[in-house]
């Protein structure tokens, strides 16, 4: 029986990648949905633009979390969330070098961004390996 409540309670790495890339990318689309208005001036894209990624980011991040908080995530739903992290990371990098409405800041978060949620896409690759891992043995 104790084994079972210090199971219950303690959060392996994969559920740890998945509620870290939650909260961060829910916190970010609420910055960008409430703060738009400032935000277009300092990063350079438009309100509206800003409003729909924030948008998008909050119910990925609400999506990812209730992912994360899974016992057993979904193997394919992790893969997925890995590939679109992969994904973003990449078109933000492209959309760091080509928008030409980015300010300097705008270019320096856009890329800073795609570091980030890189990293989260290789802990999450690393957190589903160690379970896979783990269960093999």
């Known amino acids: 029986m104790i084994a079972t409540i210090e199971n219950k309670t303690h959060m392996t790495l994969l559920q740890f990648a998945l509620k870290l890339d939650a909260v961060v990318t829910a916190a970010n689309g609420v910055a960008y949905l409430v703060a738009a208005t400032l935000l277009d001036d300092v990063l ?7 409003r729909a990624i924030g948008l998008f980011l909050l119910a990925y991040g609400v999506a990812v979390w209730v992912l994360g908080s899974q016992q057993q995530p979904s193997r394919p739903a992790v893969a997925l969330v890995i590939g679109g992290n992969a994904v973003w990371a990449t078109a933000s990098i492209v959309f760091a ?3 030409p409405s980015l300010t300097t800041l705008g270019t320096a978060w856009t890329a800073m961004q795609a570091g980030v949620v890189g990293g989260f896409a290789a802990l999450q690759w690393l957190g589903l ?9």
């Open 97 to 99: 070098i080509e928008a």
């Open 129 to 137: 390996r160690s379970r896979r891992l783990s269960v093999s043995r």
């Open 44 to 50: 350079g894209p438009e309100t509206g633009f800003l």
